[in-house]
């Protein structure tokens, strides 16, 4: 199979994650010095990277099944040093089998590197749920799988979340074939693996993200199920299974370390890609959880992606019951809050939404940026003009002291009008206000998934 590139990028012929800007870019390219329209603000040192599929050997049976590849821009004293993207080196991009044909076990150092990119004790990591991290370099280099000194005997989610708190990393990893299907993990803020425990969960399913809030660890178990049959095919190896039910569980923190199980609370069927935060009360009887509910996912085919609105579920640890409440009625993905907040209470919350009058079911429409004042209940966009699709909007803090929404917004936005990509800087207290900087980058940056702002240490 050949290698695709624009040219082949409009054949209706492909699957919609080899169309358009969904299509991989086969270069490798790296720029310096770049012009900024507007200015960036001079206290932004650091960098944001970006992670995305990017298949390099032809098409693949779905959106997550591409080879890992990182955008970055390094920013310095209000300049735009570089912009480069480069593939993660994985042992699978080289060829190599996650599931050996001979024993049918994993090989858990073989991944695909592709959804998401953060730094935990000074490492950043490549991540993609069914593998160990893969450890790249602030300039992207490779520097292979990570398994915190041969501690780690599970894969690892693309979504851990650190305790605002403690500095923590809480994360888990999901597995399909044999119990247990899902493994708790921390590690300390030195970056230690200390603990690794079973989840007892009924089946294996495929579990995105988890939560955190000040005293919990909040696990869903959601009908999107392994189907090993389908597995062996070759084909999308899950669906959506309403038999299996929905079910949310809370882990106490503290008396997971004694070996407590979650309490589990029925909620009605749903599926959850990504959590925007949870919390706890201030007498600790509630813990609320906020998220992007899918009314179902890939019901009937794994190319139809049900869109998701906001939700909280209020878990009264009292009455054993919960409480569930859709918070808005425009659809959202890629929600995110200013990390600071993890596990408290937060006000603000930003995520992409779709232009007024776009369509919420299409892949391609024009999106804005949205931000979520949860005191007040208001939804503010940001436009970004009718031909644009924003990526996550990442926050960043203006300081360390600065509040929960002072402070800038970085993303890469796609003009579908200019087939070409930027680097944006918005304000994140103000979405009327225009953006403060733009940085075009020299190619377009294909739609992708999560990215993180790693600030100079
Ligand atoms: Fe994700």
Not at 52 to 58: D, E, T
Not at 128 to 135: A, L, Y
Not at 255 to 277: K, T
Request: glycine share 10%; with cysteine; charged share 20%.
């Amino acid at each position: 199979m050949t290698a695709l590139d624009d040219a082949t990028a409009t054949d209706a012929r492909l699957p919609f994650h080899m169309r358009g800007n969904y299509a991989p870019v086969m270069e490798e390219v790296e720029a310096f010095d770049l012009p900024v329209i507007g200015s960036l603000p001079p206290e932004l040192n650091g960098r944001y990277i970006r992670n995305g599929a990017n298949p390099k050997h032809g098409p693949t049976m779905h959106w997550f099944a591409g080879d890992g590849m990182l955008h970055g821009v390094r920013l310095r004293d209000g300049r735009a040093e570089w912009y480069r993207n480069r593939w993660v080196r994985t042992k699978a991009l080289a060829g190599a089998d996650r599931m050996d044909a001979i024993t049918g076990t994993m090989d858990l150092t073989v991944g695909l590197a592709n959804t998401h990119v953060v730094r935990h004790a000074g490492r950043i990591f490549a991540l993609e749920e069914g593998s160990f991290p893969n450890e790249v370099s602030p300039e992207l280099d490779t520097l292979g799988p990570y398994d915190f000194g041969g501690r780690l005997h599970t894969p690892f989610t693309a979504h851990p979340h650190t305790c605002a708190e403690t500095g923590e990393m809480h994360f888990f990893g999901y597995e399909l074939v044999t119990a247990p299907f899902v493994t708790y993990h921390v590690a300390d803020a030195a970056g230690n693996l200390v603990h690794s425990q079973a989840i007892d969960v009924p089946g294996p399913t495929m579990v995105h993200d988890f939560a955190l809030s000040r005293n919990y660890a909040i696990f869903l178990d959601m009908p999107v199920v392994f189907d090993l049959d389908l597995a062996i095919k070759g084909t999308m190896p899950f669906e959506w299974r309403e038999s299996y039910g929905a079910r949310i569980g809370l882990l106490h923190r503290d008396r997971a370390r004694q070996g407590e199980q979650p309490r589990w609370f029925d909620v009605d069927l749903c599926y959850v890609f990504h959590i925007m935060n949870a919390w706890e009360s201030d007498d600790g009887t509630t813990v609320y959880l906020d998220a992007g509910r899918h009314a179902s996912m890939w019901k009937g085919g794994a190319d139809k992606f049900e869109p998701s609105y906001l939700h909280r579920w209020a878990f009264d640890l009292t009455t054993g019951t919960v409480t569930e409440t859709q918070l808005d009625d425009v659809s959202h993905a890629f929600p995110r809050i200013d990390d600071r907040r993890t596990g408290l209470v937060n006000r603000y919350g930003w995520c992409v939404g779709p232009r007024p009058g776009s369509d919420p079911n299409s892949m391609n429409a024009p999106t804005n940026v949205l931000k979520y004042d949860l005191v007040t209940g208001e939804r503010a966009f940001h436009d970004l003009g009718p031909s644009s699709m924003t990526g996550e909007p990442v926050f960043v803090p203006a300081d360390d002291a600065a509040g929960e929404d002072e402070g800038y917004l970085v993303t890469f936005v796609y003009d579908a009008a200019e087939n070409s990509s930027s680097f944006v800087v918005l304000d994140a207290a103000d979405m009327s206000a225009g953006p403060i900087a733009t940085v075009p980058v020299p190619q377009r940056i294909p739609h992708g998934f999560h990215g993180s702002w790693f600030a100079d240490e």
